[in-house]
């Protein structure tokens, strides 16, 4: 089962998941001052702090489930084994103690000691690894799914059939299919549900909460009596699309059609909408830039020793941008010089011998995407949007993949939804699939999206998750 949160689909396990895991973070900065002011230390100190301790404990709580969030261990799509997840905790907990130490130092005032900040962060390490523990072994994962039936058993209910990763079905179960009249069933026939009593009596007997429907003939024999009852019961009633979208976090453009994109919710662009996001932009790439200024100096300097000292350090080339105007993208150089030397656009491939062994780590780290940063300031491209592309490849697949150029009515960004959810594409099959991630965030396109996709940015960035 999932829930909309700002505009955005939540596992409601995940969901349930954070907010044990806040208020036990809450309550270790609690049982800290307690342990370090009454059993070893002053307890005439304990008055003074516990009546201006909530607002700390709920600052500590919040650094660590964003922390926790950042590194994605707060995602249905984390695959992550033991060791890799052991990693992503202690990240996590090092860098939001280096975060609240930092705003405790910046601001005294609310300062609490390195000793309770010491005892609460290990308190919050044991918290995750006990409420991780209980909750896989006692939290029945069908707890949070939601009893589904599907209204089609043809090509359309086959897109159901079809979700093979565990991800995507992770919030609902199957109950069965009911067959409409003339069509032919492509579904398991052990699935097939009879409705001769009517799809109302079908769903209580089954004890059903949504029903999918996924016709691939509206026209012929279309159930609203039938439907409309199960709606007054209280029964959720939803297209194949809408759910498709809200359990995989993509739009299907297989399945899609215009009358899905013009009549449902979403795709909007309000001028606040616009001008928080570009505030967003303008912030975001300046205090990156003033972090990242170091950085940006030692890998221009690596890349000179590697290449030579006439060798240049950043490239520019053409790619298409909102409304499908082309822009100079600037970036670190991480392929040869003669990379392209037939003039013909390539795609990156895996082990690519074009690229060098500073732009073998630099696109590792996606630190060659650091000089975008102007394009943001200029305004040719946002902190957050699709991935911009060469002309000649926007060309090729917008012949091939329906509805690839609605990609363009946003602004492409230096990170994504897509980014995010799917490897470093390098063919038309690639294409497709992030395309898929491309139109869910422009439906859903959102300040606290944005912010969200921007905390998970840190996972892929400490970790090198799809780069190539």
């Not at 086959?158 to 992770?170: C, E, H, P």
Request: glycine share 8%; net charge positive; charged share 25%.
């Amino acid at each position: 089962m999932r829930i909309r949160v700002f505009g955005h689909y939540v596992h409601l396990s995940m969901a349930v998941l954070t907010l044990i895991e806040a208020v036990l973070f809450f309550l270790a900065l609690y049982i800290a001052a307690f342990v370090r002011f009454r059993i070893y230390g002053d307890p005439r100190h304990i008055p003074d702090l516990t009546g201006a301790l909530w607002p700390r404990a709920l600052l500590f709580s919040a650094v660590i489930v964003l922390c926790l969030l950042a590194l994605g261990l707060y995602s249905v799509r984390q695959r992550a084994r033991f060791t890799g997840m052991l990693v992503r905790v202690a990240v996590a907990l090092l860098a939001s103690f280096a975060i609240t130490a930092m705003i405790f130092y910046t601001v005294p005032d609310v300062s609490i000691g390195r000793g309770v900040m010491g005892l609460a962060t290990f308190g919050a390490a044991c918290g995750i690894g006990v409420s991780r523990l209980i909750f896989a072994l006692v939290v029945d994962e069908e707890t949070f799914k939601k009893r589904v039936l599907i209204y089609g058993v043809g090509n359309a209910a086959g897109a159901i059939v079809r979700l093979r990763r565990r991800s995507d079905r992770r919030g609902f179960r199957i109950v069965g299919f009911v067959q409409p009249a003339g069509e032919e069933p492509l579904v398991p026939p052990d699935q097939l549900i009879r409705a001769d009593d009517g799809l109302a009596r079908v769903c209580e007997r089954l004890e059903i909460a949504e029903i999918v429907v996924a016709m691939d003939d509206r026209r012929r024999g279309f159930p609203v009596a039938e439907l409309l009852e199960c709606r007054m019961a209280g029964i959720e009633i939803t297209e194949l699309l809408t759910f498709l979208e809200r359990e995989t976090g993509r739009v299907r453009v297989d399945v899609l059609n215009p009358s899905w994109i013009i009549f449902s919710d979403g795709f909007r662009r309000d001028h606040l909408r616009q001008l928080s996001s570009r505030a967003m932009d303008m912030l975001a790439s300046l205090v990156l830039l003033l972090v990242s200024l170091p950085v940006m100096v030692l890998t221009a300097l690596a890349i000179k020793v590697e290449e030579g000292w006439g060798a240049p350090v950043f490239y520019r080339q053409s790619r298409v941008g909102c409304g499908g105007r082309d822009f100079d993208v600037l970036k670190f150089r991480s392929m040869r010089c003669d990379a392209e030397c037939d003039g013909r656009a390539q795609w990156a491939l895996k082990q690519d011998p074009r690229i060098t062994h500073v732009g073998a780590v630099i696109r590792k780290l996606r630190i060659d995407e650091l000089p975008q940063i102007v394009n943001v300031l200029r305004g040719e491209m946002a902190f957050v949007g699709p991935r911009p592309e060469r002309p000649q490849f926007v060309e090729e697949l917008a012949q091939n993949i329906p509805y690839y150029r609605q990609r363009l009515c946003v602004k492409p960004g230096i990170t994504g939804w897509a980014q995010l959810c799917y490897p470093y594409g390098w063919c038309e099959r690639d294409a497709v699939e992030k395309l898929q991630y491309d139109l869910y965030y422009v439906k859903n396109k959102g300040l606290l999206f944005d912010l969200s996709i921007l905390l998970q940015t840190a996972e892929v960035v400490l970790l090198g998750k799809g780069a190539r």
